[in-house]
């Protein structure tokens, strides 16, 4: 079992930025998919971004260029996100696959408005 627990959301003017962190019970980042998902209101739930347990990346086009996910320590990643949109506006969810199944974060709220 592995429990994710997700900071640093919040509210934030178009142009901004801010990070989010991940925090996992157990250090499996090396032997882990980790990532993180969104969820904007009347939307499906959409990849953002995902980090292997090689270390290499894959970022959603519409965030290309703008958001980066990174490993922070064993059982910690990070995602920054820079010039935030207001179609950036979601609930974020961190996600691992692990034992061959997937764990999901409660989710931070993540909102970009003037």
């Known amino acids: 079992q592995v429990q994710l627990v997700e900071s640093g959301g919040g509210l934030v003017q178009p142009g901004g930025s801010l990070r989010l962190s991940c925090a996992a019970s157990r250090s499996i980042i090396s032997s882990a998919r980790m990532g993180w998902y969104r969820q904007a209101p009347g939307k499906q739930r959409e990849l953002v971004a995902h980090?292997?347990?090689?270390?290499?990346t894959n970022i959603a086009d519409s965030v290309k260029g703008r958001f980066t996910i990174s490993r922070e320590n064993q059982n910690t990643i990070a995602l920054q996100m820079n010039n935030l949109k207001p179609e950036d506006t979601a609930v974020y969810y961190c996600n691992v696959f692990w034992g061959f199944r997937d764990y999901w974060g409660q989710g931070t709220q993540v909102t970009v408005s003037s």
């Open positions: 980090i292997f347990s090689s270390g290499s």
